[in-house]
């Protein structure tokens, strides 16, 4: 790597001074957040989480009121009944219409704005818990679909919490709680507040309607990519991650995530040199792809170029720190 390259990437990487939310943020947020319960033809009931949006009206996950026969909204010990919905059932989205529900509005942001490493803030009902539970983490992935973005995050979420809120670190609404990948490791998907927008404006449909799927339910066939990879990622098997990484790539070839995978298969196959070249363009689309530079500081290492890697723990440092710290422990230079 040339010391013009690595000049262009400090200038691509944006850091983030990262701190736990006060408790006056998480306050705050927690404000916009509701428990949602469900009542079930079959005499059964269902529990998730909800986010005020506007006067009366709730976002939720479609999952979450799927086959309902009534919906309550309960908010500071109070319940309300919802009476229609707005349902966008591809995206998972629901927009519940609950008269009377005076709560603040949360402020909805942006999906598309993000940035990977910035720190976002999971709100919701886990379990059965009285209380919303506030998570911390950092976006990790933004998936480019249907004019938006779905955004992976390092926050953990449990049943209970879907259709709870993603908040940037100023209070706004950026995502929403949705589906995690089956297994440990999991990846965490939030859907995106674009389609909440758009779903305001949509007409209401009663609370019983005919639920659909959404996309990410759909048979295995017709999953988007970044669903895909997943299961070949977790088993190890690059071939199956090259394939599907390298089909991605030639549909989506402006998506650096698709790039990334398939230099991951590529260095995982030992085609290093490859990988290299293909995790060096990642960087120049997205400069805090924080995993891309973890591959391009072991590749710097096992070829000889010591110093180089080093240059690359530094750009670890001030991006992601637990992905530094992982490089140094490969590299020998820190205990694990």
Known sequence: MTRLMFALLYMCVAT?????????LVQDISEHVVKVQVGLANGGYGLGSGVVIAKDQVVTNCHVVANAVSVTINAKGENYSASALKPDWHHDLCILKVEGLNLPIANIGSSQNLKYEQ??????????????????????????????????ASNTFRLGDSGGGVFDESGNLVAIITVKSPGHNAFYYNMSVEWVKHLLNQPEQSIVSVSELPFWAESEDKWPFFMRIVQPLKTENWEMLNKIASAWYEK??????????????EFSLKNEARAEQHFNQVLVKNGNNSSAIYYLGLIAENTGKHMEALNLVAMLDSLDQTTAGELKVAMGIAEN
């Open 16 to 24: 983030y001074s990262w701190a736990m939310p006060t408790d006056e």
């Open 119 to 152: 720190p976002v803030y999971s709100v919701g009902f886990a379990g059965f818990s009285p209380r919303a539970n506030a998570t911390s983490g950092f976006v990790k992935g933004l998936y480019p679909m249907d004019d938006s973005v779905v955004v992976r």
């Open 252 to 265: 989506e070839p402006n998506t650096s995530e698709a790039l990334f995978y398939r230099a991951v298969a």
